[in-house]
């Protein structure tokens, strides 16, 4: 038998970051390929940072979501929240797979129109419509969300010009049992304004009230939230039934459902404890079908899910910069990623696999971005093997928000890659440079000039 080789005791020192009874997890196996696309040659490609997009697994997820709610309601429709991601290969596999749009401002309203979406199919969100961005959502017949009663007013104001019956909703909140409770965009069921806003609307004769809208809060850990909140827009609809003999044709319930993303302080990964589209779908549905509706004259069911669509779909990849050792000793690694385009590091702790084998000695590491500021941190813990200059891994389940609530700031934006069903790589959006950077900006003739 051959002498096994001898490899020094480590002594590792226990580091306070919210240990729990299972103690903290290792991920144990490198992610070295994506959809079958290596991750070594897609660095190589597209260079480090970059962001990856399987699209295979958007079209999976949106499959399971739907499935989770068609299977427990006749009428169903999602509508893809742009804000989430409005990269426009991104928004087209949604339309693709039947998603209408969900815009929140005149930008993504013209994207989504730019995107080929027809106008009819486009819900218009949003605290902040200016009159051109409402007199184009009317002339397009697209769904108008109404946010507050100023937004009222204009819209009955452009129906007057216009010479068309805009096609409306309100924005309902409430009280869910989640607090803070988001109050702040919509009229209040629990007070009365949600009655006065749709008094208003109904005796108006100048608007079609089509639906209901509310949007409870985002990255929901319970799903009963969206049973009392589905119960609540239920007696509104049959409200107006029964005072104006009016159907409502949609209940939209928003979105906000959990990724499997894990949010720091967590004692488990978010992968195994988060709720499922079925324990979504089931609270809002038993509630909608157990309310008053007649059976076979049920709203429609719209669903503006962001976040638990597209956050398992993406992948950020990266190159290690350094190691250091902390003034205490704590290993910390700088990596090419920093929260200026890994903006959900703020609250998620990110499960990140090295790239490349690695041996079974993991380690307490933080995780520094390459910024020079002090905020610029991935991970403040993470059990992790010894990473070394030029090594690579993977940060999982950052598809939402991450690509549109980067920005531009030290250092420039990656690229964009999808990988397709068939594991061909496309460039989805370009890396900045400091061309186009420097395109934007404007220097006046008395400051072009000096002597250093
Ligand atoms: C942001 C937003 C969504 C999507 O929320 P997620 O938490 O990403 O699912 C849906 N509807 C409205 C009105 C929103 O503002």
């Known amino acids: 038998m051959e002498k096994l080789r001898y490899e020094r005791p480590v002594l590792k020192k226990l580091e306070t970051n919210m240990p729990n009874k299972f103690g903290l997890r290792t991920e144990y196996v490198p992610k070295t390929h994506i959809d079958g696309v290596a991750v070594k040659d897609l660095i190589k490609e597209y260079g480090s ?13 949106y499959k399971d979501a739907k499935k989770a709610f068609t299977t427990r309601y006749p009428k169903v429709q999602f509508a893809w929240s742009y804000k989430t991601n409005y990269l426009g290969a991104v928004c087209n596999v949604f339309h693709q797979e039947g998603s209408w749009a969900e815009v929140v401002s005149g930008f993504e309203y013209d994207k989504a129109i730019l995107n080929g979406v027809d106008g009819s199919k486009i819900i218009f969100n949003g605290p902040d419509k200016t009159e051109e961005d409402l007199e184009k959502a009317i002339k397009n017949e697209s769904i108008i969300h109404i946010d ?49 806003a ?56 928003g979105g906000g459902f959990a990724s499997k993303n894990t949010l720091k302080g967590s004692y488990l990964p978010g992968d195994d404890t988060n709720p499922t589209f079925d324990d979504f779908a089931e609270a809002i549905t038993s509630a909608l079908i157990n309310s008053d509706f007649e059976p076979d004259n049920l709203p429609m069911l719209v669903l503006e899910t962001g976040r638990a669509l597209i956050d398992d779909a993406g992948f950020l990849l990266g190159t290690v910069i350094s190691n250091k050792r902390s003034s205490a000793g704590k290993r910390t690694t700088i990596i090419d990623i920093g929260v200026n385009i890994l903006f959900t590091s703020f609250w998620y702790d990110h499960k990140i696999s090295p790239a490349q084998p ?57 690229k964009v890659v999808m990988i397709d069903e068939k594991g061909k790589a496309y460039v ?6 400091i061309e186009r950077i420097i395109a934007m900006e404007k220097v006046p003739d008395h400051l072009k000039e000096f002597e250093l």
């Open 148 to 196: 507050h009663l100023d937004e009222l007013y204009s819209i009955i104001e452009l129906t007057d010009k216009l010479k068309k019956k805009p096609k409306v909703a309100i924005r309902v909140n409430m009280d869910t049992g989640i607090y803070p409770m988001w109050d702040r965009f919509g009229f209040n069921y629990e007070n009365g304004q949600a009655w006065d």
């Open 428 to 433: 989805i959006r370009e890396n900045e440079t």
């Open 49 to 61: 940072p970059l962001f990856v997009i399987s699209e295979s697994t958007i079209r999976k997820t």
């Open 358 to 414: 690695f041996t079974h000695y993991t380690e307490d590491t933080t995780l520094y971005g390459p910024l020079c500021m002090n905020i610029d941190v991935i991970r403040e813990s993470i059990s992790l093997p010894l990473l070394n200059k030029g090594d690579n891994f993977v940060i999982h389940h950052v598809g939402a928000y991450n690509m549109t609530q980067w920005m531009q700031f030290i250092t420039l934006r990656p």
């Open 198 to 253: 749709l008094n208003k609307i109904m005796r108006s004769d100048k608007l079609e009230l089509v639906g209901l809208h509310c949007h409870i809060g985002t990255f929901m850990l319970t799903a009963q939230a969206y049973g009392t909140a589905a119960f609540k827009m239920a007696d509104l609809a049959l409200g107006v039934k029964k005072k104006y003999n009016h159907d409502i044709k949609y209940i939209d319930m």
